[in-house]
């Protein structure tokens, strides 16, 4: 499984329909309104390299009122929740 965590500039007076348009595809998990410098980060969680170039290079740039978009593939996951998953015997 291939993760992408996509940074969106998107039309400022768009930014709700953009989020759900992204959100919508097939290929985004999440999709968060953020402060700063973008917008919207969209995780997109695939199984191979040109899943993500299909959800990011032949959709997501497409949809109207997304104006710029950075692609970070991610290599490891290193998250609280993981690690608790990763050695739980399975009781609650």
Do not use: C, W
Request: hydrophobic residues 50%; aromatic residues 6%.
């Amino acid at each position: 499984m291939i993760t992408a965590i996509v940074f969106v500039k998107a039309d400022v007076a768009r930014i709700p329909e953009v989020a759900e348009a992204i959100a919508a595809l097939e290929g985004v998990s999440e999709v968060y309104s953020v402060t700063g410098q973008i917008d919207l980060i969209a995780l997109v969680r695939v199984k191979n390299h040109d899943d993500v170039a299909n959800v990011v290079a032949d959709r997501l740039n497409k949809i109207d009122g997304v104006a710029e978009t950075e692609t970070h593939i991610a290599f490891r996951a290193y998250s609280r929740h993981d690690l608790e998953a990763a050695f739980s015997l399975g009781a609650e």
